[in-house]
């Protein structure tokens, strides 16, 4: 039935209109069969650093042949590109913007492309929703093998690509991390890829927020209820949380971090 | 596969409770291959304005033999009417409340029923809960086609549609506008559609909300952040918005609004 | 296409993230035209009491043959089970922590098991999210009909798992009854099944929700806007109400409440 992938749908669009609906109306009305799944779109509004960190969360996971739209846009309307990216098991559509980048520093880009929108649209698309008017139809087209990348798009140096640099800072008190991504707990993901840091190895870490010293453990139950702790989240970051409680409560959604190993204290 | 096109639901049951997926269980129950497809279901509890709106807003961009769901329903449990509306397009079922004014303002109503649940209903509805007991049952059976509104309506005349006038009012000083939907970044969509008044033309348009004048633009990125606009949002309607802000944190959700051509200030 | 049934989704993930989203992209990958439906991701974090009422508003009305999947598990990462129930129509996965209690009240349990999930995944499970690395897989095998029980599974006693009381306390007074739910609409669900207490039978009863005393009946335009009312709610549990407007503004989300039939007052 599905000779392609499902598409996934990722956007700051919230619930409180049709945004999403209209988009969906518009893809099957061009692709009538197309499996299309929400992956999310209570993105704060126009956050790209947080769409980053979400879009990465789910890349590992796609189906082979999945193809992934997401739509974080400030810049629509202006002359930013719309980008279609070629990975070995799925494609993504979204504007230049830096979007993707976590992605990038993960995955391989075998091809990207600017989509030439006047292949697709019959007439001028809307100045504030390129949402329904560009990405819907392109995404459909594309998704459902009506169209290809060579038939809508030009291609382009994937050095090219907007990057975003979200890399935590190395110094001599330990690493200096920032906030990604706050998730619906309240569990605040860091920047600090275990696996890239060797975390947790052979030394013993912790993670200071603020004045306090949070133990690195395995998960939530290995604290009492109200404790904070660190550990290495599902995506595979370093993650801040409070058992059975919220970080972002305790915290605030930016607090100072910190990884540091531990040393003998000096007297 | 799906002889039937998709049914999309409309509805103000929010997301905290499982009203929606009961409402898909049921439909599944009678019509196991319906394809069902959220539009929205985050308008304001028993909100029939921003309803019609968002209904709208999707309306023109229905894939055809559309099915469209919207149970926005104060009076559920009383004897107002179950309606079926036929466009060329598509189908709407709904309560006779007036959700379907904006639509029934741009689009011929075709044919209209009335529904008699009892031809559905094996048992009495619930009073509370007929979005599961009578609308996911008869919209199930009518998008699948294993029922007919021949079937299982009464016709009835559109003329006798109840109707709420969302038109803006005209006077000396200028056209004088209300607030139909605050979306989900702060838009307030207004009732002033530019098609029907002439906006832009060839007149130098201004937008007055509350003491402030709003240059009429195309789009977020011709002000600079923080700074506000009117524009012709995405589906025709003039919209209020702030650059990178929310027009609706600035001015509330219903500020006094007006549309007025420029003229030379006298001295 | 599908041999199975659908798929339900019943979670406390909330809508901030691709959790729900990860989910379902990990089912399509184990099997791609698997019907996913989302029942509800709201509940509220780790409340299994609400998530337990949930889960039964819906039960009785799920299509044969399917398949439901409940992650609301406070225990991740401990050693609590990873149980599967076979109902007539319906087969659940869930946490072994009280979630079912409710439909355990109501409905026949005719096998549960214990997932081994050592079958299911290659390798160990992440620490905090077995949603993404056990139930999807697990659940995505089953309902496809990949997998069996039997195969996956180790027979346990249904008399061995977790359950929740959560009857109401018959007192000389009357019914001492308790909020399981409070609704999109700040409707207060008691634990009052009517059915269970002869509700209501030839008696007048009243329920009193702290100092007030309010009429049972039938809907909610049985009393003027603004006034506050019980009724019989959708799923057979006594509910309270305030008509176009919200109980749980005015009462709060667990008030004292107690069902009490009227007698002559004594002068």
Chains 1, 2, 3 share one sequence.
Not at 21 to 40: E, F, N, R, T, Y
Not at 109 to 115: A, K, N, P, T
Not at 230 to 256: D, L, Q, T, W
């Amino acid at each position: 039935m599905n000779t392609s992938g499902p598409c996934f749908l990722l956007t700051d669009f919230g619930d409180r209109d049709a945004y999403v609906g209209v988009m969906k109306a518009v893809m099957l009305k061009h692709a009538p069969s197309l499996q299309i799944v929400d992956l999310c779109h209570a993105i704060e509004p126009q956050n790209i650093v947080s769409a980053s960190y979400v879009l990465w969360s789910v890349a590992a996971h796609l189906p082979e042949g999945s193809f992934v739209v997401a739509v974080v846009d400030p810049g629509v309307g202006t002359k930013r590109r719309i980008v279609a990216l070629e990975f070995a098991q799925w494609t993504l559509l979204a504007p230049d913007n830096g979007i993707a980048s976590l992605v990038l520093d993960h995955m391989q880009c075998q091809r990207s492309w600017e989509i030439r929108w006047e292949e697709i649209c019959p007439q001028p698309p809307s100045a504030t929703f390129h949402g329904r008017d560009i990405f819907a139809p392109a995404a459909a087209l594309l998704a459902s093998k009506q169209r290809t990348l060579e038939q809508i798009g030009r291609p382009i140096d994937p050095a090219s690509l907007v990057r975003i640099d979200l890399a935590p800072v190395e110094t001599a008190s330990g690493i200096v991390a920032r906030i990604l991504h706050v998730d619906r707990f309240g569990n605040l993901v860091t920047n600090v890829e275990a696996a890239r840091w060797n975390i947790p190895g052979s030394q013993h870490w912790i993670c200071c927020v603020g004045d306090e010293q949070l133990p690195l453990v395995r998960t939530y139950a290995d604290r009492a209820p109200g404790e904070p702790l660190a550990y290495i989240g599902s995506s595979g970051f370093v993650e801040i949380a409070v058992c059975n409680g919220s970080a972002a409560k305790r915290y605030g959604n930016a607090p100072s971090v910190m990884l540091q190993t531990t040393k003998p204290t000096t007297a």
